[in-house]
């Protein structure tokens, strides 16, 4: 089928059948998820191989590792939604600048975080990172850094290439990279027998080959949003405040929920070290759900914006309520799989060089137990999530997140661990608690906004 051009994109978005439109944009983001989420359980499993410290080391850094990457990742999810809002109304030349001002903020947040390189064994001190991990997770944990620094270009151009609905070349492109990086990782692991941090020089590796293909693509000429170098470095007056001002919020809840997820792999630490890698195995075996759920949910919130931009506001509000039937409707097709191949599953991460180790293996289990029904809890929030990122409401959504995490999930398992000697269980009990707990607020707020914007455009 012909791939529709950035105008015709914008025409559909805005008056094709929903359904079929968030299933069409959604679905390679689907798959792609699905695709990343295995690469990451085959990659934990490389890590298993080497030692349930290693695999524990390798999570704790992954966590940390996230909240420095959430600065920019926040700062391109605001961008993209005032960029997505011009495009909807058809103002192409403002939609060109505001992308060339996000790669200027990029670059400068790529800097500071290649200044804090020599600094890393410090700040890992800082944060009370167990001895353990300190030793190869600090190498492993300044590859990771770099490897994000060089990754915020992918991610430009990947929510790029999503605004205008070109989503099968982002999934071909991903699982192409996570090929390349899966082959690095067992060449590096069961091949050459290094450790962990040529785990991180794989990702290092394939990341730098992605970047040279967006780099070709981001200079198109046809393209309304291509870079060009003279914007980049040109200051306009309001336009960096702007992506600002909606990004820090963005920014400000992942590297928090980030944050959070440190201090709650701390938290089961007091189990034992091996506790926080069973949570890590937990959480990227349910991830399989909910990352393939939350690709039809992050095409919605384009969706969303672009139509909130045109002044289609009932249109907006009828995209989140498809969101929720396919999110649903995605989330239990993937639990119904992911139950019956668990089993398969971790058998896998309960095996290692050592041997295989039946008590991992049923520690992992008792925490996946909840944390897959939570799963479902995650596509109601997730789809409500998207529908106030789409309206640029992160204020909204930065409180939602901080809920969550200080609210649902760090007290809730400061209270279980008094009460649950069993780690497993009160991780578990945890994640469940807090991901359908967050719900509530986030579907009771999106209802009423609802209301409001449905209301708005009745009395224009």
Known sequence: MRRMTEQEFRAYSLSGNLYKLIIQVGTPLAVFALFNTLFSILDTMMASHLGTIDVSTVAYMNQLRMVLNAIGTGMITGSMILINREYGAGNNEKAGILINTLVRLILMISAVFLIMLPFVPWLLGIISTPEEFIEEG?????????????????????????????????????????VIKLTLSALFIYVLEKGIVYIAVATLITYSLFALYSLFHLFDKMSIFRIIPSLVFKVRKGVAKNIVDISYPVAVEDSAFSLGRVVVNSLAGGYGAEMIGALGISNNVSGIAANFENGFSDASSAIVSQNYGAGKYKRAVDAYKANIVITLAASVLALSILFLANDFLLDIFATSKTGY?????????????????????????????????GLGRTKITLILNFLKIFVFRIPVLFILQMFIEDGATALGIMMLISNWGICIPTTIICTFISKRLVGKEKSR
């Not at 600090?138 to 994000?148: D, E, G």
């Not at 151009?157 to 205008?164: A, G, L």
């Not at 991992?360 to 789809?383: H, M, P, Q, V, W």
């Open 138 to 178: 600090a190498l492993y944990f300044r590859v990771l850094m770099i490897a994000t620094v060089i990754n915020f270009i992918n991610l430009v151009y990947i929510n790029v290439e999503k605004t205008r609905g070109r989503t099968s070349i982002i999934m071909v492109l991903n699982i192409i990279t996570m």
């Open 357 to 389: 180790d039946l008590t991992f293996k049923e520690t992992i289990r008792s925490i996946f137990i909840y944390d897959s029904i939570g799963c479902l809890g995650i596509a109601i929030n997730g789809a409500g999530m998207d529908f106030l990122l």
